[in-house]
């Protein structure tokens, strides 16, 4: 990703790959992201339990200085919760929360550009997985505000029987040269992802830097 890492002293970097190291986890980042959007969102459904109900006192920590509030009731599938952790979560790291059939996943990793970029390319890595689909319709491009004020751009996907949002921020965190780019996905039928808007949208605005 040319965002992520360019210059003289990133072709010093390069490996057998031509994958320069700093590139790795952002295009592993949009590209999980894109195979969410393309593969995760159409498919149907295959119910998993999940044995992990969160608590309201239960806060998510999404990367090292990012956390989110998740709402009570929900599962945590995947990831970190503050003060549970072994060890420190990275600058990389994925979460993912699910209730019923709804999943809401999000994915962290340093990115350089802007949320418009980072959406942008999620998009682009998106439409060439899912070219000979045509089974999700994408609304305009939207603004979309934390309660601490980190301002990012989110997009709706509807299907036949699916439909989600997908949202991309970035943060700017003190002592860092990179930015961190946080994506999120909250996908499932229709039904079910209208009766769960609201909690959906509160932890979206949840996302905060403590850092």
């Not at 420190?88 to 550009?113: L, N, R, S, Y």
């Not at 909250?186 to 808007?197: C, D, N, T, V, Y």
Request: glycine share 10%.
């Amino acid at each position: 990703m040319a965002d992520c890492a360019t210059g003289i002293e990133g072709s010093a970097r390069r490996r057998l790959t031509g994958m320069d190291r700093n590139t790795i986890a952002p295009s592993l980042l949009v590209l999980g992201l894109a195979v969410l959007m393309s593969i995760v969102l159409p498919s149907i459904e295959r119910d998993a339990p999940y044995r992990h109900p969160l608590r309201h006192d239960q806060v998510a920590e999404l990367a090292a200085g990012i956390t989110l509030v998740p709402t009570a009731g929900w599962d945590l599938a995947t990831g970190a919760l503050a003060g549970h952790t072994r060890s420190p979560v990275g600058t990389t790291a994925t979460t993912e929360i699910v209730d019923g059939g709804v999943k809401f996943v999000v994915q962290a990793a340093p990115f350089a550009a802007t949320p418009s970029a980072l959406l942008r390319r999620i998009k682009q890595i998106s439409a060439r997985l899912d070219r000979t689909r045509g089974s999700s319709v994408a609304t305009r491009t939207y603004t979309v505000r934390t309660t601490q004020g980190a301002v990012g751009v989110g997009q709706d996907l509807v299907g036949v029987s699916r439909q989600g949002s997908v949202v991309a921020f970035v943060f700017r965190l003190r002592g860092r040269a990179t930015g961190e780019g946080v994506e999120v996905v909250a996908s499932g039928p229709k039904g079910s992802i209208s009766r769960r808007r609201d909690d959906i949208v509160a932890m979206i605005r949840s996302i905060r830097a403590t850092s």
